[in-house]
DNA sequence: GGGGGAAGGACCA
DNA sequence: TTCCTGGTCCTTCCCCC
């Protein structure tokens, strides 16, 4: 393990932490969660009083040692609560919480797997043990890896005198005055990194790693290949010219396999260098694998075996450095192993809970198996369903590989910064380098979290969801610059003193939100027909069979954003509906999957990679056709041109971007502008206007007017910039796949709709910031252009609506006006910010 | 009262 | 003079239905 914040912790009340704030073992007097933690390998036997005061003296009167107390103050006032409502418990409750632990425990008894062989392996002070090998002069020196913040690991000599990783360098220095700190180097260790999981993969292609120096591994499958296999296969040449030499120089780990002496004596090979021959079993496997490493790296790494991931994790440490320690695969040896285990040995246990449970007078697994009826009364079930687990020696059998990643963020923290421009600065850097991290795995979320640590460390989240997700440098610091700038606001007109900032991206909604660029296209079919919350209706249309997914060199472009949404408008994400226009997202008779026929009746499916019609119902005709489009686009020879397939949507926007917003409109003709908007539009998704119906003007103010009996007008290539709708009386409007607008109408054939068009007449407004509260971004109306004095998106929604009926009716001949500053409508019934509310603020 | 979002914190490497 | 970074999960609080 590197870099483990593993600070000794005090498990009592008794500490003076509740009372003054200080404790002491030694009369000196110092908060016990900052104290030294010697729990470790090389560690044993140190001054520990001598070293705590060093600590204290370094740290006392410090920001941070001011809010390390007032956290422990915390912890303490929790344990205190926790005192009292043990106090209170009645004999009844006892038994009746018994009893549930009881049949718990005989369940989950019941389901005990000790089939598996789990390996935890864990290289040796990874960072420095690879700066030593590199620089043999630091053999026999105290080093550590780090800087003078904050150290990442250490060598053995350097922990001698207590300085360990998490550790800031500059009480290292004082704990030991010739400690030579080696800068971090990241790309060093993740090349090594890289060679250690190659071994890694031989013996379980799906380990599952869990920093560069730690890994699991499941080697049952390994195990049963192994006991066929000859000894040849088994035998692997020792290379004296690296690693022996190397070890015995540094005097930094015994010697090899001191702990695990081999079941095979050294033999010679034919060309006189020693080979060693190793068994079949769990232990000479994992021998093995250490062996192969050290012969590959020069470094050492430590084992544990057991039959599950909690143990294995244990074992680990057990004989570290240098060593192994299997834990046998049955039910009383992992009994046993449990019994005298310090809690705090198991990976979840950390200094609080630690603190908390030694309040109940727990230390070890065993205390924590005899107290479990108390502990289901006084911790969250979470919590003693966990507690249990690790007192029967529980834990997951099966190594969960490509777990899903639940958010993904970027933080930075430097010398105090108080300028405001400093800050936004800062902050759209973060921005940026989120979102090139994002583009990198094709991720998108919807909740932007704001942190920022202040010169006294204390540490605020402020998060805002969005309904659609984003993953752009703009999109983020469009969120998080009004996060910050509410913050700022808030301290005003003192400045915001800041030490660290971080973004975060989380709330990836769904699979599509993650790899929206990748989906296959039966994925893409079988989203549309499973997902019951989606408004498509694949009707007539059985599952269509699969395709090759395209290789990552294939994928579509994802740079432009307007067709990112697009694509996943296409898969169904609901664009959040405001009041009073038009209804997304909802079900809808009027919305329409791809698949679905078209409204004018004819028997025709859409084709997903062309986005055009195939004059036929029949799904094996219609799957060659998607063959053949399929292949056209991995072959780059399609029925279309590559200009179309690869670049068709993209030159429209491009097209479309310059037309609006460039020289070219106001050169020619208004129609000219409008007439490439629409047929760019309606191209981009393959749709065509009804040409019958369908007419449209430009108007003064920006709005594009259509009048259409029946049409599907794509929404994305308009959605440049905020794009704004509504329609008229008797107009039944709707939009599907988010992005894309029908329009048709029982009653009224000539239903007419309005786009407010990107780049419009009138610019952006910056917000008044003393119109808004803590919770989001500053609301301008995008028609009037108006800060608006409410915080209340509902009643915002609502005002934006109310304006854009008054413009849309005004543009179509104007019925009746509309008072944009009424707000007496009943409050809209969604919650939470819309479209229009993230995108119209500054 | 339950669901869900926001905020904060514990814990990990 | 100086105490990290990036991630997950859990708890608590609060609002809304």
Known sequence: MLFGLCVQCRVSLEGSMATGGTSSSSGEGFLSRMALNDNKAGMEGLNRDKINKIIMESSKGSRFYENELKKEQQVNQRIERMMLQKAHITEQQLSKAQAQVEKMTSDLERG?????????????????????????????????????SMLSTSNYHARKFGVRAAMPGFIAKKLCPNLVIVPINFDKYRAVSAEVREVFADYDPHFLPMSLDEAYLDISDHLEQRRGWPEALRTHLEDHGGLQETVELEGLSPVLFENSPSSSPCLQDAAGGEVEVFGTCAEEAVREMRFRIEQKTSLTASAGIAPNMMLAKVCSDKNKPNGQYRLPSNRQAVIDFIQDLPVRKIS?????????LGALGITSCSHLGQEMALLALLFSETSWHHFLHISMGLGSTHIERDGERKSMSTERTFGEMGALEEQFSLCRELCQDLAQDLQKEALKGKTVTLKLKNVNFEVKTRAWTLPCAVATTEE??????????????????????????????????????????????????????????????????????????????????????SMVQQRQGQEGHAWVPSRGGVEVGGTGENQQSFLQRPESGTDSLTCPVC??????????????????????????????????????????????????????????????????????????????????????TESTT??????????????????????CLNTCPNGDVSIHRANTLKVSSQSDPRVRVCLLSPGGPRPMTTPKPESRDHR??????????????????????????LCLNQEVLHELGGLASVDRTTHTAPPAAHKGPCFRDVLFTE
């Open 776 to 801: 989001g971004p500053a609301l301008t109306c995008p028609v009037c252009q108006e800060t608006q004095d409410t915080n209340d998106l509902t009643l915002f929604n609502r005002h934006v609506d």
């Open 476 to 561: 983020l610091f469009a969120v998080a610059k009004d996060l910050l700038k509410t913050e700022i606001d808030n301290v005003s007109p003192q400045p915001l003193r800041l030490r660290l900032m971080g973004v975060r991206v989380s709330n990836f909604a769904s699979a599509d939100d993650k790899k929206p660029l990748q989906k296959s296209i039966v994925g893409f079919l079988h989203k549309k027909q499973t997902d019951s919350s989606s408004t498509s209706q694949i009707s007539s249309h059985k599952p269509v069979k699969e395709h090759p997914p395209k290789s990552p060199g294939q994928t579509q472009p994802s740079a432009c954003p």
């Open 702 to 723: 920006g709005l594009l007017l259509y009048e259409t009996s029946t049409a599907n007008i794509s929404l994305s290539t308009v959605g440049l910039n905020p794009v």
């Open 112 to 148: 005990r797997d000790l089939s598996r062989v789990i390996v935890h392996v864990d290289m040796d002070a990874f960072y420095a043990a690879v700066e030593t090998r590199d620089c043999p002069d630091l053999m026999d020196k105290p080093m550590a890896v780090g800087s003078m």
């Open 611 to 696: 986005f055009r019609e195939v004059n036929t119902t029949e799904l094996t005709v219609f799957n060659r056709h998607v063959d053949q489009c399929l292949s056209g686009v991995t072959m780059g020879q399609n029925n279309h041109t590559d200009t179309e397939l690869e670049r068709g949507p993209r030159v429209c926007e491009e097209e479309v971007e310059k037309e609006i917003t460039g020289g070219k409109r106001e050169e020619g003709p208004k129609e000219k502008g409008s007439e490439l908007l629409s047929r760019c539009m309606l191209d981009s998704v393959g749709l065509q206007l009804d040409s019958s119906a369908g007419d449209h």
């Open 348 to 356: 979840g246990i950390g200094k609080v809970t630690e603190k908390m």
